[in-house]
């Protein structure tokens, strides 16, 4: 599994924070695609990413677990399946799954713009 380093438009690294929220955002994204069959697989591999993540850049006093619990309940769904796109191919994620995800995005995308119009 290969971790990733995330740059911002500057050019400088992302805090490992935000890089820890994606990847948890990734996994609360995965967790609501009901029509994937194997998400139980990909759930898990993404969990393992994440405690690679932890264990090879901790913070000390940083609370995860209360982060993660924020990422859950703050982003969106659309953000968290944005997210997705990011992590799913370190994680090698099957392309039926990152179309899936595309798919589910449009959607919501389509019933913001249907949302707007009303």
């Known amino acids: 599994m290969v ?12 805090e490992s924070i935000d890089t820890f929220r994606y990847i948890v955002g990734a996994y ?13 697989y990909v759930l898990k591999d993404i969990e393992e990413y ?12 940083f609370d995860y677990k209360s982060e ?4 859950d309940s703050e982003l969106s769904l659309k953000t968290k399946l944005q997210d997705a796109l990011i992590v799913l191919p370190r994680v ?21 713009i249907h949302n707007i119009d009303n």
């Open 3 to 14: 971790l990733f380093i995330c740059y911002n438009n500057y050019g400088d690294f992302m």
């Open 28 to 40: 609360y994204g995965i967790r609501e695609m009901d029509n994937y069959d194997l998400k139980e």
């Open 50 to 61: 994440i405690r690679t993540f932890v264990r090879e850049n901790y913070i000390e006093g």
């Open 68 to 71: 993660a619990e924020k990422v």
């Open 92 to 112: 090698n994620a099957s392309m039926e799954l990152i179309l899936l995800v595309k798919a589910k995005i449009k959607e919501i995308r389509e019933e913001e």
